[in-house]
């Protein structure tokens, strides 16, 4: 088992940063890639971001490319996500997810282990 707590949501205006942290404990976080996820008011879950366990490859959902940055510290066990120019319409619950395959990761499918999420609100 893997269990991953996220942080570092709030609330902020639009073109402010953030970065949400998602801290990974139980077994080895090595093998396992991470991502970000979102849902957003009546809206359904959406793909921000994926990295590969090695921190090699990522990959970003169209509506994020240029502004977030997903990361990973293995010798903290955590991923980031680094926001900048935010919009209202990035607010959401952000989701941190992990599973062996990052093709899972992207997909959206068959994750194993999630996060309860962070909000992030944005402001006009």
């Known amino acids: 088992q893997v269990q991953l707590v996220e942080s570092g949501g709030g609330l902020v205006q639009a073109g402010d940063s953030l970065r949400l942290s998602c801290a990974a404990s139980?077994?080895?976080?090595?093998?396992?890639?991470t991502g970000w996820f979102r849902q957003g008011p009546g809206m359904e879950r959406e793909f921000v971001a994926g990295?590969?366990?090695?921190?090699?490859?990522?990959y970003y959902g169209d509506s994020v490319k240029g502004r977030f940055t997903i990361s990973r510290d293995n010798a903290k066990n955590t991923t980031y996500l680094q926001m900048n120019g935010l919009k209202p319409e990035d607010t959401a619950l952000y989701y941190c997810?992990?599973?062996?395959?990052?093709?899972?990761?992207?997909?959206?499918?068959?994750?194993?282990?999630w996060g309860k999420g962070t909000l992030v609100t944005v402001s006009e």
């Open positions: 139980g077994r080895t976080f090595g093998p396992y890639s």
């Open positions: 990295i590969h366990w090695s921190g090699g490859t990522t």
């Open positions: 997810a992990a599973d062996i395959s990052l093709r899972a990761i992207v997909r959206g499918k068959d994750i194993n282990f």
